[in-house]
């Protein structure tokens, strides 16, 4: 989970984490800059808080992250993200079943305007999958990387891992968030449509 400076969004991660049905998880807390989460952070031998001093472009902020992983698969955890209690379950099966599979992600997923409430659902190409529904063989990272870029360093990812990606509807599994504090996250391209309410589940509603 890279962060910085979103104190109000870090605990209701956290919870997510938690809810999460697969056992065999770590959360890594990855921050930089001058500020610290740090006292966020409860007590608890699945959680990890890394502080990495000044600051990184995300593409660089993800690598550093990754390689302090312990596992062997990696699953991208926004901060301000929404994320189902079965979501890493889900995935990490999706990995193991398809054995060509490097990279497991959601290729629709409703996002919300944290000021508006709009909800929009984004659908896309059986082979793509949004950037923070990212779930990989760290392996595989370690063949493709990230960019040391700010902006589509996760799009550059997926477009590395062409062939290599299996992908579902993360309606009901996934609610992606965009607000003030954060560059608008939505893919610039291929299939919006107008989402609806229902489309955020109760314990995603803020």
Known sequence: ML????????????????????????????????DSSRGLVPDDNRIRYVHLGGKMSIG??????????RGEIICHWDDDDW???????????????????????YSAMPFQDVQTGEIRVYSGERDYCVGTSLCYWKRWWAHVKFLNVNVGEDNNFVFASAGRIVSASGIGMMVARNHHKTTDKRPAFKAWAVGTPEMVPESARI
């Open 3 to 34: 962060t910085w400076r979103r104190p109000e969004w870090v605990p209701r991660s956290i919870q997510c984490f938690l809810s999460q049905t697969y056992a065999n998880r770590e959360l890594l807390i990855v921050e930089d800059g001058e």
């Open 60 to 69: 660089n902020k993800r690598n550093a992250a990754n390689s302090l992983a």
């Open 83 to 105: 994320s189902a209690p079965g979501r890493v379950a889900e995935q990490v099966q999706a990995l193991l079943v398809n054995p060509n599979a490097m990279v497991a992600g």
